[in-house]
């Protein structure tokens, strides 16, 4: 879940953990997660931000960062770490003796609203053991997330 893993990163976990332990009693943590499938309302809908100790600002921003975090353009090489596949990325692109770190900082850089400087420009995806639908798929989806 993206908004426990932002909450990790930025090390708000263990006072929402606290925090929902000690207004909500009644429902374990991990019930409340494994239920909450809405990305950006699970941290709305744990407790009330008003009767928190941090209160109702500090909640207000930690939400407000998370959401800039969930729709932020997510460079290649990040959504390619997160989906478990740039070892392979990497190996399937450099197949033909290129640099593969050249290319996604390049991309990285480069204005996602003007170039479709994507997985599609990487390699011949015919030729990779996992096949065209797979990269094919990650690509459709990669441009999905970072569309203006």
């Known amino acids: 879940m993206k908004t426990l893993q932002f909450l990790q ?3 708000y976990l263990n006072s929402f953990k606290a ?26 809908m744990a407790f009330s931000w008003s009767d928190s100790n941090a209160g109702f600002d500090y909640w207000s921003q930690v939400y407000s960062d998370l959401i800039d975090w969930i729709e932020a353009p997510k460079s290649l090489r990040e ?22 770190d050249e290319f996604l900082e390049h991309e990285a850089k480069a204005d ?6 994507t997985i599609s420009g990487a390699f011949t995806w015919k030729k990779t ?6 990269w094919s798929d990650l690509n459709k989806e990669y441009k999905a997330l970072n569309k203006a």
Request: no cysteine.
């Open 9 to 11: 990163n930025n090390g």
């Open 19 to 44: 925090e929902y332990k000690l207004q909500r009693p009644d429902v374990p943590f991990d019930d409340f997660i494994g239920r909450s499938g809405w990305e950006k309302g699970t941290l709305m």
């Open 79 to 100: 959504f390619l770490t997160e989906k478990g596949v740039l070892a392979q990325f990497v190996r399937e692109f450099e197949v033909d003796e290129r640099d593969a």
């Open 112 to 117: 996602k609203s003007k170039t479709s400087y």
């Open 129 to 134: 053991r996992a096949g065209h639908q797979f």
